[in-house]
């Protein structure tokens, strides 16, 4: 199967699982408020934010290990695949229980920075120290086994798995908290459910589509888990900043304005944040462009890095924009019964984290899946620390000291995004031996004017008043949605990308099963 026939089955796998994500967030962020109350709907995100500080403890083992795994697959070295795969394993088991422990030991200390109300008090202590300590170690072991899914090029069931059983988490925090009225604990045993089912699943399917691979001892080697973290160092600083720019801003939020602040945040960005994979293909890449770059194909390399990034481009720039211009409706419709009047306040952060995600993850395009491949990581690693402490201290001034309260965090993250971006691009240039110009102008232009169609539709709907209640909110979205399908083929695609998309349909008769087409229909139309 072509690449770009596997990537298009993956997303269209995707689409599915995002939406079935994207919508049990979006059903389940009011219900979780009215279960657990703005405070302990806020503690449940500070509780996410933590393990995800936590697992950073890996020191990169997850990032390097899926580059590893990748190439010895593209070379066919079964053998070198399972003493990477079996080093890791024992790696994150380890490290992943001394976190746990140390979590669950040191946490006593740590909760007086939650700024806790006296009412969940109790309750909060106890959750918090025992559900860290479990959630931690598996935080550390199912990156190692979605790694083997993900080097073989299937992302797809990565994405279902995760559908699957956030599906009957969903269902299970319905029944616990609304039926039981299980709070804080309630949640975190049905959390700490998923994360155990999630890892079983992964470890099957893992087998499944490498069943060459083996998990034992006696394939430990030091050498190869000094290889990993030998490359691991830069990937480790680069995921650390990552998230210390996004999980800290729940902590800094909470210590300075309590875990209310926290739960008008998170309702706010939990959209961008859940779409964000519906709309990108970057992931999907890294393992071709492993292979491309170990077997020097530097034509095809540039290739993923040109129109990679414009295709992601073009994607995520529908969500940007329904989103960012309709940020105020959206969340008038959808938080304004359990937020009350902060659904607004909640509107902001959504609009802003837009911006972010325009900046970061759309602009970025598939750069980071080029930097991981060709391994040019130094400059990005060593160039973001100062960056990040810049955007903590930039978000601290601003909430402790400033009215512009909860959405400083925000707007420290999008002055970061501004600085950071160019820099990226041209490096990223560099790196495939392009010059910014070509990179630019081949990538980037075309989406371009297709965002500023948008935004000019959208944004008329939205001043014309068309936007003040549901029926009206949807039709703006699908009358964005026609314009950006309408724009995308006619604008944003080269002549080239249209007929690669033509062949990509008639050579796989499961895509064009997906998507409800014939080979007739197709032929005609052509």
Avoid at 219 to 241: E, N
Avoid at 416 to 439: D, E, H, K, N, W
Avoid at 467 to 487: P, Y
Wanted: net charge positive; hydrophobic share 55%; aromatic share 10%.
């Amino acid at each position: 199967m072509r690449v770009s026939t596997r990537i298009a089955v993956n997303q269209i796998t995707r689409w599915g699982a995002t939406l079935v994500q994207g919508l049990i967030a979006f059903s389940m962020v009011p219900l979780l408020i009215r279960f657990l109350g703005k405070d302990g709907y806020g503690i449940v995100t500070l509780l996410i934010a933590v393990v995800a500080m936590c697992a950073m403890a890996d020191f990169g083992l997850r990032t390097a290990l899926g580059r590893h795994l990748a190439e010895e697959l593209a070379r066919g070295q079964h053998p070198r695949f399972n003493e990477l795969f079996s080093s890791a394993v024992y790696v994150a088991l380890v490290a992943g229980s001394f976190a746990g422990l140390m979590w669950g030991l040191l946490a006593p200390s740590f909760i007086a920075v939650f700024n806790l109300p006296a009412s969940l008090a109790a309750e909060a202590q106890s959750v918090i120290r025992w559900y860290g300590a479990i959630a931690i170690p598996l935080s550390f072991l199912l990156p190692v086994y979605a790694a083997v899914i993900f080097a073989s090029g299937r992302s797809d069931i990565l994405d279902g798995v995760t559908a699957g059983t956030a599906i009957i988490q969903a269902v299970g925090l319905v029944a616990v908290l609304g039926l039981s009225r299980g709070g804080l604990l309630g949640w975190a045993l049905v959390t700490v459910g998923e994360l155990i089912l999630r890892l079983l699943i992964l470890r099957y399917l893992g087998h499944r589509l490498a069943p060459f691979g083996l998990t034992k001892l006696g394939l430990v080697r030091r050498d190869v888990i000094r290889g990993l973290f030998s490359t691991s160092a830069y990937p480790f600083m680069l995921q650390l900043m990552y998230v210390v720019n996004i999980y800290a801003d729940p902590l800094i939020l909470t210590t300075i304005l309590g875990p209310s602040a926290v739960a008008i945040y998170r309702a706010g960005m939990v959209l961008p944040m859940r779409i964000q994979p519906l709309f990108s293909i970057a992931d999907q890449l890294q393992p071709f462009a492993v292979a491309y770059h170990v077997t020097q194909r530097k034509a095809k390399l540039q290739d993923v890095l040109i129109r990679g990034t414009r295709y992601t481009v073009l994607l995520r720039i529908l969500p940007c924009a329904v989103l960012g211009v309709f940020s105020e409706p959206i969340t008038r419709f959808w938080l304004s019964g359990a937020l009350g009047s902060d659904y607004r306040l909640a509107g902001h952060v959504l609009a802003g984290w837009v911006i972010v995600e325009l900046l970061t993850t759309t602009a970025g395009g598939a750069q980071w899946s080029i930097f991981f491949a060709v391994n040019k990581l130094r400059f990005l690693a060593w160039s973001q620390v100062p960056l990040t402490v810049f955007n903590l201290t930039v978000s601290i001034i601003l909430v402790a000291w400033t009215s512009v309260g909860l959405l400083g965090v925000v707007i420290g993250t999008i002055v970061l995004a501004l600085i950071r971006r160019p820099m990226l691009i041209i490096y990223a240039a560099r790196a495939c031996g392009l010059s910014t110009r070509t990179y630019l102008v081949e990538a980037y232009a075309r989406p371009a004017i297709v965002l500023v169609i948008l935004g000019a539709v959208a944004s008329s709907w939205l001043r014309l008043g068309l936007a003040e209640s549901v029926l009206g909110l949807l039709a703006g979205a699908a009358a964005t949605t026609f314009a950006w399908l309408l724009s995308v083929w006619w604008l944003g695609l080269t002549a080239n990308d249209r007929r690669d998309a033509r062949l990509m349909l008639n050579e796989s008769p499961a895509t064009l099963d997906i998507l409800g087409l014939r080979r007739g229909v197709l032929r005609r139309r052509e």
